[in-house]
T-cell receptor, first 110, second 109 residues
Framework: EADIYQTPRYLVIGTGKKITLECSQT?????MYWYQQDPGMELHLIHY???????EKGDLSSESTVSRIRTEHFPLTLESARPSHTSQYLC?????????FGPGTRLTVL | GQQVMQIPQYQHVQEGEDFTTYCNSS?????IQWYKQRPGGHPVFLIQ?????EVKKQKRLTFQFGEAKKNSSLHITATQTTDVGTYFC?????????FGAGTTVTVRA
């Protein structure tokens, strides 16, 4: 099991707030990913990074932004949260072809 | 773009029975991976298949990669309650993983 951490694990927040979901990994993996997953549904790639200062949008359009200033850190920011952002957000890092997922952040926007 | 489809979406199994879930890609894959997500948890890597026609076993789980490298299957024998969860296949191509919608497995004791 890889060392990849996400905080907070659960977040309930009001509409219009700015939030940052944290993701860190200690394995030195260059490639990192953010997925959005509704309960019982498939994973949708929203952002990915191949290394420091590299970020790309994924397959699913998202109003969030990401940054990659350090290898180990890949935070995701929502400038103005809306109820439609309610979901689980999963961070992952990759070594070779294997992706290791963090525990996820369950976000609820009221 | 690449699409990965899984069937069935839901699988209700009697404990002790066998079942198979299938994964199909619209494009040829360099490899395919399988992940398991327990209820309330996060996906955990199970296995990777790389070679055409490859078959791998993990205890009661048998994974197969099709000859054309566009489809895969997961067969579970003698299902146990610990097998509950959602099984995702993911096709690796263009440096990204594309996940299927998953097969959610429930087990009747």
């Amino acid at each position: 099991e890889a060392d990849i951490y996400q905080t907070p694990r659960y977040l309930v927040i009001g509409t219009g707030k700015k939030i940052t979901l944290e993701c860190s990994q200690t394995m030195g993996h260059d490639k990192m990913y953010w997925y959005q997953q509704d309960p019982g549904m498939e994973l949708h790639l929203i952002h990915y990074s191949y290394g420091v200062n590299s970020t790309e949008k994924g397959d699913l359009s998202s109003e969030s932004t990401v940054s990659r200033i350090r290898t180990e850190h890949f935070p995701l920011t929502l400038e103005s949260a809306r109820p439609s952002h309610t979901s689980q957000y999963l961070c992952a890092s990759r070594q070779g072809h294997t992706q290791y997922f963090g525990p996820g952040t369950r976000l609820t926007v009221l | 773009g690449q699409q990965v489809m899984q069937i069935p979406q839901y699988q209700h199994v009697q404990e002790g029975e066998d079942f198979t879930t299938y994964c199909n890609s619209s494009t040829t894959l360099s490899n395919i991976q399988w992940y398991k997500q327990r209820p309330g948890g996060h996906p955990v890597f199970l296995i990777q298949l790389v070679k055409s026609g490859e078959v791998k076993k993990q205890k009661r789980l048998t994974f197969q990669f099709g000859e054309a490298k566009k489809n895969s299957s997961l067969h579970i024998t003698a299902t146990q309650t610990t097998d509950v969860g959602t099984y995702f296949c993911a096709g690796f191509n263009d440096y990204k993983l594309s996940f299927g919608a998953g097969t959610t497995v429930t087990v009747r004791a």
